[in-house]
């Protein structure tokens, strides 16, 4: 699918022409949904998620953020190398891809990249998944059944075997719907690449640490070993 994008005096916006007809600078703007009163809810995480409604359409709205050391000089400006090398371009492009592959993951809907100097800041619109839940708010309720688990790792296998590699796969970016249907988010950094063991293995391990540390806060993150291993049986036999 064909991506349309337009520049402006201090930027680019790009949007995927199934969902919207145009684009401009206010949807990226907090202010401009909830002056129109369109505001849902939001979370709280790295940065501010808003979520809103447009268009008989639930829409998750996400500024870039950085984490790590690095947010300690600057939390959400990033080198400017080229619209097709930016945080944003990419996750988005990777995003309209996992839709045509059929994975589960958010639909794409409007990306807005604003220059300044050397650098950038970024905003991504995407659908959000009706009824879902992340997985450590869902365990931190109640122990899930195994088949959850083994839709996880089935789940997980699917993006694998299509070359999907997930930069953040962690208890967070795993949600469960109504339907127990499970769902990747936040494909930021994520790519896709040749199937290989070392970081499919690299992936899960990074889920599983996870788990562990969400196991290691307050309150009680209700799984056990087995549940894992549950999980890790129907990936390999999935894979």
């Known amino acids: 699918m064909q991506i349309e994008k337009q520049q402006t005096p201090d930027g680019w916006l790009f949007y995927n022409p199934t969902v919207w007809q145009e684009v401009n600078d206010a949807y990226f703007e907090p202010r401009h949904w909830q002056q129109n009163r369109a505001v849902v809810g939001q979370a709280m995480g790295r940065g501010?998620?808003?979520?809103?409604?447009?268009?008989?359409?639930?829409c998750v709205l996400r500024h870039y953020h950085r984490g790590g050391l690095v947010s300690k000089m600057s939390n959400d400006r990033y080198f400017y190398s080229g619209l097709q090398r930016s945080r944003v371009w990419r996750e988005f492009s990777l995003l309209i891809k996992?839709?045509?592959?059929?994975?589960?993951?958010?639909l794409a809907i409007a990306g807005r990249?604003?220059?300044?100097?050397?650098?950038?800041?970024?905003?991504?619109?995407?659908?959000?998944?009706?009824?879902?839940?992340d997985l450590a708010n869902l365990l931190s309720?109640?122990?899930?059944?195994?088949?959850?688990?083994q839709?996880?790792?089935?789940?997980?296998?699917?993006?694998?075997?299509a070359g999907v590699y997930h930069a953040d796969l962690n208890l967070r970016n795993v949600m469960l719907d109504?339907?127990?249907?499970?769902?990747?988010?936040?494909?930021d950094s994520g790519r896709l690449c040749r199937p290989r063991k070392k970081w499919q293995q690299a992936n899960l391990a990074r889920l599983y640490r996870s788990l562990e540390k969400e196991q290691a806060k307050p309150g009680y993150c209700h799984w056990l070993e087995s549940d894992w291993q549950h999980l890790v049986a129907a990936y390999k036999q999935a894979l």
Not at 98 to 106: F, I, N, T
């Open 178 to 187: 109504e339907q127990r249907k499970v769902w990747l988010i936040d494909f």
């Open 98 to 106: 996992l839709r045509e592959l059929a994975l589960p993951a958010p």
């Open 113 to 133: 990249l604003k220059r300044k100097g050397f650098s950038f800041q970024a905003d991504l619109i995407t659908e959000r998944i009706h009824g879902a839940r």
């Open 151 to 161: 839709n996880i790792g089935e789940t997980i296998a699917a993006f694998h075997k």
């Open 141 to 149: 309720e109640r122990r899930l059944p195994l088949t959850v688990w």
């Open 48 to 58: 501010k998620t808003l979520f809103f409604r447009f268009e008989h359409r639930e």
